[in-house]
């Protein structure tokens, strides 16, 4: 089954924590502090593995979570850091966050790879809050949290050549005679409902990478029917070979037919236009194939008239090695690189860190008689604190007094003993400056 949409959970380690140690030995009567800083929490890496050609993987695993860095140690030893995660991802594929709808990267070459979610810090043991006035602090930090997220992953298939065209023109029996693929065949529309890939032996030591692609109708650039499913793997293609049923099966006109994928396909990204392009008029093996492609030859060089037209028949194989040296040629003349309309251009921070920079300020609403202070940076202080010891309620306290939050509380009422609540944290408002 060929997968190219998925929608996944990660989330990168927590930091690990810092400890409040000190040094316990004999002859050092009043050991200072000796609380290690804890590890780095893992990072989620996105890796490009040229072996890899669906998204399949993600259909039975959905949820990424790294592993957090180790706790801090005595005697002043950080914490190991975690082991970074990798995921595996086919070459093509976009990144996308879906809050946003941001494209994070959009990873064509195998070895590329980028940090979606940044693993936290580590957590400061009480070493690191040693000063002259406070020698044996008893104060530490937990990790700080790991950067979490969901994720639209999007597969555009890498091929050098992709075959176009209405439903039931013979794409699929085109790319069975012409390489060892082996898709689905049947007299029907959409038997080919996914793209199917084929490696194609040119001769002379040259060969290719063959896309059969979905069959195409009017209204597929606004989504009709297999719509963008089917259009984003054109945009990776670097040759179009344009599949035309030359017999006007069905009482279809060939002329229009063309004329109608073309303007899908321009109104679907106008680049595509430009795309190198062979028209392969097919099932020339039928009666009537000869005198309509006399007048698709007529009509066709009127629109455009460097159009190139190989008749050809699947069926019969005449015109088919002629249209892959053709192929082959003009591949030759293209610069041998995946076709990218999507680049994201991905600065040095963007990539190792996607930082989102939060509200430094603070706001504070009522409840009945308790006051609420919002603020980011406050809560994320607070989860970083072990407010497990008196030092850091005194540090918390001076940090708040620091940002105005206490001057801000008294202007809005706020007298001796009202309840003060920051996130999950409740307290009493103290007016004693000795309490700072």
């Known amino acids: 089954m060929f997968v190219d949409k998925a929608k996944i959970y990660v989330k990168a380690g927590d930091g690990g924590d810092g400890i409040v140690s000190f040094r316990r030995e004999k002859y050092v009567p009043e050991g200072g502090p000796a609380g290690g800083d804890g590890g780095r929490g893992a990072d989620i890496i996105f890796r490009v593995d040229e072996g890899l050609r669906?998204?399949?993987?993600?259909?039975?695993?959905?949820?990424?979570?790294?592993?957090?860095?180790?706790?801090?140690?005595?005697k002043g030893r950080h914490g190991a850091n975690a082991e970074n995660m990798v995921v595996r991802i086919p070459p093509g594929t976009v990144i996308v966050d879906e809050d946003s709808g941001e494209i994070l990267a959009d990873l064509t070459r195998h070895g590329q790879q980028v940090v979606?979610?940044?693993?936290?810090?580590?957590?400061?043991?009480?070493?690191?809050?040693?000063?002259?006035?406070?020698?044996?602090?008893?104060?530490?930090?937990?990790?700080?949290?790991?950067?979490?997220?969901?994720?639209?992953?999007?597969?555009?298939?890498?091929?050098?050549?992709?075959?176009?065209?209405?439903p039931s023109v013979g794409k699929s029996t085109l790319l069975s005679v012409v390489s060892g693929a082996k898709p689905k065949i049947g007299a029907y529309h959409f038997t080919t409902i996914t793209p199917n890939l084929g490696v194609v032996d040119v001769g002379e030591g040259r060969s290719f990478v063959m896309a059969d692609l979905p069959g195409l109708i009017e209204g597929a650039h606004e989504g009709v029917g297999l719509g963008h499913e089917f259009l984003r793997h054109v945009e990776r293609t670097r040759v179009i070979i344009h599949v035309v049923d030359m017999s006007g099966s069905e009482g279809r006109d060939p002329f229009e037919d063309w004329q109608k994928i073309n303007d899908e396909l321009r109104l679907y990204n106008p680049v595509l236009a430009e795309r190198p392009q062979v028209v392969a008029a097919n099932k020339m093996d039928m009666p009537e194939s000869e005198a309509n492609l006399e007048q698709f030859l007529q009509r066709v060089r009127e629109v455009k008239p460097d159009i190139e037209v190989m008749p050809i028949s699947s069926l019969t194989r005449h015109g088919i090695q002629e249209?892959?040296?053709?192929?082959?040629?003009?591949?030759?003349?293209?610069?041998?690189?995946?076709?990218?309309?999507?680049?994201t251009e991905l600065s040095e921070?963007?990539?190792?860190?996607?930082?989102?920079?939060?509200?430094?300020?603070?706001r504070i609403v009522r409840e009945n008689d308790t006051f609420i202070v919002q603020s980011a940076k406050i809560d994320r202080m607070m989860k970083r604190m072990q407010?497990?010891?008196?030092?850091?309620?005194?540090?918390?306290?001076?940090?708040?007094?620091?940002?105005?939050?206490?001057?801000?509380?008294?202007?809005?009422?706020?007298?001796?003993?009202?309840i003060v609540r920051i996130g999950d944290f409740e307290f009493e408002f103290v007016e004693s400056s000795s309490y700072y």
């Open 323 to 343: 249209l892959l040296f053709r192929a082959a040629d003009l591949l030759d003349q293209i610069p041998d690189e995946p076709v990218v309309e999507e680049v």
């Open 387 to 418: 407010l497990n010891s008196h030092e850091a309620i005194l540090k918390l306290a001076r940090t708040l007094r620091y940002m105005g939050v206490d001057d801000e509380l008294r202007k809005r009422g706020a007298v001796e003993g009202t």
């Open 116 to 166: 979606v979610a940044k693993g936290g810090r580590g957590g400061r043991g009480n070493i690191r809050f040693a000063t002259p006035k406070n020698p044996a602090p008893e104060l530490a930090e937990n990790g700080e949290e790991g950067e979490e997220r969901y994720i639209v992953l999007e597969l555009k298939v890498m091929a050098d050549v992709g075959l176009v065209g209405f």
């Open 54 to 74: 669906t998204l399949m993987d993600f259909r039975y695993q959905r949820h990424f979570k790294a592993p957090r860095g180790e706790k801090g140690r005595n």
């Open 349 to 362: 921070r963007k990539v190792y860190s996607l930082e989102k920079k939060e509200d430094e300020g603070f």
